[in-house]
């Protein structure tokens, strides 16, 4: 960080987007609108023809935007809190009058307001000809942040470059001289695999369960469709947590873990994802097609049910766990559509009840953290904390209906056609059963991975009674 302390009394104009908050509020307003009724995105479309202010404008009027949880720029305003006691501190922004005001409220640091305001534009020249006009040629300092803040620090007395790098400080140095200079922060591979969610994509092993089941794990050309299938639902997964991650945002802000999200957090700019979503999108579908027709369409299913779930869905009550259910089910169906099997009836069963009760326990974990940090409801949801008890009865009942189904497998003639000895499978029963009573206790106690599917992967005791399950398996072949 360079310093240079300013002497004269000149006016301090910070810029919003980009500068003050890691973050832009047009897209965090429009993305929040979007939610609300995906329709709106014709309804931006025909404002943006009367220009980028009215569209602005239009979409502040239809949202309420929670300025409490912006990813805000703490070193800028520590240095603002140290020049604020003898300078005149302005917010000065592109983004609309009305949120930029509720910014100014909510920080109570700035003593006046210049934004857009329905009619013009205040970004580049437009801010520097209001600057120039309101406070005089070189007498305000100004804080921003891109290249086209370049128009306006030609016009002020010193700049300060916030969250920049090292190519534009030096570009501005010739017309202003650098009072202050921020670098930006680097996202690195942690923070792109974090905002992908590659850890997530352990739930699409699923996909390998149908060639495990059928005894095709020899098949050469079985295995590489569901490899290849694999990535192509990690792909699509990644750009449906993209778009799931820039929809929640809000909401993600006012969780324990999630508000560390690279989005929520003002670590990747929003528009990072806006563009990376449907390439990613893309790529999965072109891929999914190399694996065959049947499987794209299974891929393109689950991406309806997904987007439907983002938007709506999650906020519907017991309809949201039964979808999360489905998705996981429909994992398996791919694994099918991959090597052209047929789904089996008891495995399509079996995989609805048990994901059922991790969905259920998933939202009991989250219903359970939100009454530990004194709410009385998980916010983004459909839940209140008075309903964990019904949670909690009826995620272990699913649970237990899975134990039951793969009973009643092991007591069908479908198990003699694959195994040589089923009576060895009934072994399975009461591990699954001591593992979902576990998995259960661990959430009741406060214990739980606020995403069960995570927990069920990376704990010691469940990776043992994984092997032991695959033991049991090979025994009975």
């Known amino acids: 960080m360079k ?4 002497t004269a009394p000149a006016a301090l104009c910070i810029d919003l987007d980009g500068t003050l908050i890691y973050s832009d509020l047009l897209i965090e307003s429009a993305l929040a609108l979007l939610q609300k009724n995906p329709l709106y995105a014709f309804a931006m479309l025909a404002w943006l023809l009367r220009g980028k202010a009215h569209l602005k404008a239009e979409i502040s009027r239809r949202v309420e935007l929670d300025v409490t949880g912006l990813p805000y720029n703490r070193d800028l305003l520590h240095w603002i809190a140290e020049h604020r006691g003898h300078r005149k501190v302005v917010l000065v922004t592109a983004s609309d009058y009305v949120l930029a005001r509720k910014v100014a409220d909510h920080l109570g640091i700035f003593n006046e307001v210049i934004a857009s305001d329905g009619m013009t534009n205040l970004s580049g020249g437009a801010k520097g000809d209001a600057l120039a006009a309101t406070f005089g040629e070189r007498e305000f300092d100004y804080a921003g942040n891109a290249t086209v803040d370049l128009r306006v620090w030609a016009r002020a007395r010193h700049a300060l470059v916030v969250n920049a790098g090292e190519r534009l400080r030096r570009r501005v140095e010739p017309v202003a001289k650098v009072a202050l200079y921020l670098p930006r922060r680097r996202a690195g591979p942690r923070v792109w695999a974090k905002a992908l969610r590659i850890h997530q994509w352990i739930k699409n092993l699923l996909i390998f369960l149908p060639v495990l089941a059928a005894h095709r794990i020899l098949d050469i050309t079985a ?13 699509c997964a990644s750009s449906v947590y993209l778009l799931n991650d820039l929809l929640d945002i809000r909401s993600d802000r006012h969780h324990p873990r999630k508000r560390k999200r690279p989005f929520a957090a003002g670590m990747l700019p929003l528009h990072y994802g806006i563009v990376l979503a449907p390439l990613l999108t893309i790529a999965a579908f072109v891929g999914a097609l190399q694996v065959s027709t049947r499987f794209a369409h299974v891929l393109a299913i689950y991406y309806v049910l997904t987007l439907a779930y983002s938007f709506r869905l999650k906020q519907v009550v017991t309809l949201d766990v039964v979808v999360l259910a489905a998705l996981y089910t429909v994992r398996i169906i791919a694994g099918t559509a991959a090597i052209h099997a047929v789904p089996s009836f008891w495995l399509l069963a079996f995989s609805m009840f048990i994901f059922l009760s991790l969905a259920i326990l998933k939202r009991y974990t989250e219903l359970l953290s939100a009454r530990l940090h004194g709410k009385s409801a998980a916010s983004g949801r459909g839940y209140a904390v008075d309903d964990l008890t019904m949670l909690q009865s009826l995620g272990g009942s699913s ?37 979902i009573s576990r998995a259960w206790m661990i959430a009741h106690r406060g214990l739980m991975h606020d995403d069960p599917v995570v927990f069920a992967v990376t704990d010691r005791t469940s990776q043992i009674l994984l092997v032991l399950c695959g033991i049991i398996a090979f025994g009975a072949v």
């Open 3 to 6: 310093n240079d302390q300013t």
């Open 223 to 235: 295995i590489y469709a569901t490899v290849l299938g694999f990535i192509c639902f990690g792909v």
């Open 399 to 435: 649970g237990y209906l899975s134990v039951l189904v793969l009973a009643l497998y092991i007591n069908s003639t479908a198990s003699e056609m694959l195994y040589r000895h089923p009576s060895v499978l009934w072994m399975l029963c009461p591990v699954l059963l001591y593992w």
